[in-house]
């Protein structure tokens, strides 16, 4: 079966410019989480859905970073006015469920993002 | 401040031997703790996990040990195949500061070589 899927794998763009990063989660999977990476770093949180809601959207970096879900399955991740800081991989993951960490994560290969 | 760290960066073993990767946390709300394994341009892919009612996880080659007094954790590969080598993430999860019980909290990583 196929896993989850992200698009584009790469993505190019200049300061200041928006940019939309896409996720499909596993088949049936109910929860969906945004994570990212920067050069060095380890993943950092952004954002969850159960279904298509978010309740917990602490991780966000900024008013600039939104994301929604649609249909409980595909998952939109957008950037308003990129900044340089905004530069990382950005990684999707979805989960059967929402029941606690020992319902596994399963990652997507992630969208690298260079802000010029 | 970073609450789940990994002090290597990288690791060099030889086929057949052991691989001992170490992971320390500050949260002592962490729970559950997980181990990833990260091909270059590929999602990290779930390896093994450890509650924290547990001090010991065995599957296969792979084996988590969790030191709770310590705030330490260990994988263990044993024997070392030239196809583990990865980068290697320590997360975890539980709902103390910050935290929450789907919320994964990720080290920076340790790139493990095993060299034929």
């Known amino acids: 079966g196929a896993g989850v899927s992200q698009s584009p794998s790469n993505k190019v763009t200049e300061k200041g410019k928006d940019v939309e990063l896409r996720c499909d989660p596993i088949s049936g999977h109910t929860a969906l989480y945004w994570y990212r990476q920067s050069l060095g770093q380890g993943l950092e949180f952004l954002i969850y859905?159960?279904?298509?809601?978010?309740?917990?959207k602490s991780g966000l970096p900024s008013d600039r970073f939104s994301a929604e879900r649609t249909g409980g399955s595909v998952s939109t991740l957008t950037i308003q006015r990129t900044q340089q800081e905004d530069s990382a991989v950005y990684l999707c993951?979805?989960?059967?469920?929402?029941?606690?960490?020992?319902?596994?994560?399963?990652f997507g290969p992630g969208t690298r993002l260079t802000v010029l | 401040d970073q609450q789940v760290k990994q002090n290597s960066p990288s690791l060099s073993v030889q086929e057949g031997r052991i691989s001992i990767l170490n992971c320390d946390y500050t949260?002592?709300?962490?729970?559950?703790f997980l181990w990833y394994k990260k091909y270059p341009a590929e999602g990290p892919t779930f390896l093994i996990s450890i509650s924290s009612i547990k001090d010991k996880n065995e599957d296969g080659r792979f084996t988590v040990f969790l030191n709770k007094s310590a705030k330490h954790l260990s994988l263990h590969i044993v024997p070392s195949q030239p196809g583990d080598s990865a980068v290697y993430f320590c997360a975890a999860s539980g709902l103390g500061r910050g935290g929450s019980n789907y919320k994964l909290t990720f080290g920076k990583g340790t790139l493990l070589t095993v060299n034929p």
């Open positions: 859905f159960q279904g298509n809601s978010a309740p917990d």
């Open positions: 949260n002592s709300m962490f729970d559950y």
């Open positions: 993951a979805s989960s059967l469920r929402l029941a606690g960490a020992t319902d596994t994560q399963y």
